[in-house]
């Protein structure tokens, strides 16, 4: 299948066909057309019909697409069925509330170790694995050469770790704070996780309802 | 300001708007140009123009955008300065980091209440409030009348509890669940919050890296 020059909506879009074709495999559905997938999704048939189009042919025409095997196809774009080592940084609230809520292994991350400053938490265990100590981080990388980085850290803290990071080998962050990253290290790759945007968006549907 | 047909992609930007412009304003800038504002924000100088355009005149040509004012401006789109009173459901992990983390009254909501079935954490305090046991919802709901809720449970309780809300008059859901609120409530505003669909993103990115 050609990825060349896919642009950033079409990846963007790729993890909700994922979760809505995974939804639909839940459901029962074995196949489904592209008007119809669309119209879950809000989309467009016509959308849904070029953004597949950019990897290769997915479906026959009039036949729809076999749920399974398309989900199975934009796992395997978006590279969930490859692992990557990761390390999470900071474990207060926030960082406990994604160790435990995030099922990483779903999506080609394996979390291999949580790094807190707080004494109180070192040596405690989440899901089977030790919060070390964050002095010990150089080291542990050395090691066991993670690529990627989960921040749950405040900003204040984020730049020194990431600097850190990025100098350990670190090529990816999952970033939690709100410090950017990107603007100092442009060759890394970055997803920040921005909750508060859809809060903003809420709260504007809630004030343009009767208008 | 004329707020008539705006577009979802615009709606949806403008909660960056906001968080890039306070961004700023916290690094001193007080006037930017279109042109520096949509470099930093990875859109062009034309496509801010257009989205300012839709709410009216934000700055004069030439002389760029007091910052401080076109936050403001920006925020009370969204409705930031009006506050809704809201329930969140749920205070396991997910629930407890949301209420925590997540600074609601900047963004114009106020957490009246918690609620959950789990025993042991009935009576404890967030942020000075109490947990309540979820079977005094309806009694709570009655009396202080909330208009949204922060659904934090799996997805199996979230079909009743979200029926139980909406019968309460909850107008709007900030929902962490799995479960599609939407498709049996069409009339209330539900912003979905799916974090991993950012994890597959990275994935992505990851595996894409050097092709």
Known sequence: MGKANISNPVIRRLPRYYRFLGELKSKGFTRISSGEL???????????RQDFNCFGEFGQQGYGYNVDILQSEIGAILGLNKMHKAVLIGVGNLGRAVAQHINFNLFGFQIIGYFEQKESLIGQMIKNTPIRN?????????????EVAVLCIPKEGAKVISEQLVR????GFWNFSHYD??????EVQVENVHINDSLMTLSYKLNNLDK
Chains 1, 2 share one sequence.
Do not use: H
């Open 38 to 48: 669309s119209r879950r999704m809000g989309l467009t048939a016509s959308q849904v």
């Open 134 to 146: 964050i002095r010990d981080l150089d080291e542990f990388c050395r090691e066991n050469k993670p």
């Open 168 to 171: 350990l080998g670190i090529k």
């Open 181 to 186: 990253i990107s603007l100092n290290y442009p």
